[in-house]
């Protein structure tokens, strides 16, 4: 005998805080918006709400993330950012280590923290993942935030039947 457990797509009583970069803010605009639309596609009447906290730049995400988790207000947090190559290192630094704060956040947390930081050669890329070609990340990111809400709600009724 065995069971199986799968997050839902469907966003109820759900309380998502979403960390938005200000730096490529023409790109992250896009990301919000997507996300917030797929949000409001997959909430059950006003059961999906969204909290927008803006920052500086991707550097600064995960701090507020970590910040934000800390208030054991949200059932999820999203940090939506856009990196786009430049002429120097700067964008290899940062892309690394915004990508290790976010995961580390993500593993030590007891909610999802979902990451939505396009990185990108040029301005081309980052506006097609933004929802110009390929689907909107945000939009995405939010889908996987509801979908891993739904798993761990799952996980805590398992532990509370054992």
């Given amino acids: 005998m ?15 805080a979403v960390v938005v970069s200000r730096f490529n803010e023409m790109i992250t605009r896009k990301l919000l918006d997507g996300a917030l639309d797929a949000l409001k596609r997959h909430s059950t009447g006003d059961s999906g709400s969204a909290d927008i906290f803006w920052v500086s730049g991707s550097f600064e995400l995960p701090m507020a993330a970590r910040r934000i988790v800390e208030t054991n207000l949200y059932d999820a947090v999203i940090a ?43 301005i081309e890329q980052a506006l097609s993942r933004a929802g110009i070609k390929h689907g909107n990340r945000g939009a995405d990111a939010m889908v996987t935030a509801i979908e891993t809400v739904s798993l761990y709600r799952q996980i805590a009724e398992v532990e509370k039947e054992s």
């Avoid at 199986?4 to 009583?13: I, L, M, Q, W």
């Avoid at 430049?86 to 993500?106: F, N, R, S």
């Fill in 2 to 16: 065995h069971n199986e457990y799968s997050g839902k797509r469907v966003a109820t009583d759900l309380r998502v």
């Fill in 80 to 122: 939506v950012g856009c990196l786009i190559r430049g002429e120097t290192d700067h964008y290899d630094l940062l892309a690394k280590e915004v990508t290790k704060g976010l995961a580390q956040i993500a593993i030590k947390s007891i909610i999802p923290v979902t990451y939505c930081v396009v990185v990108a050669d040029n």
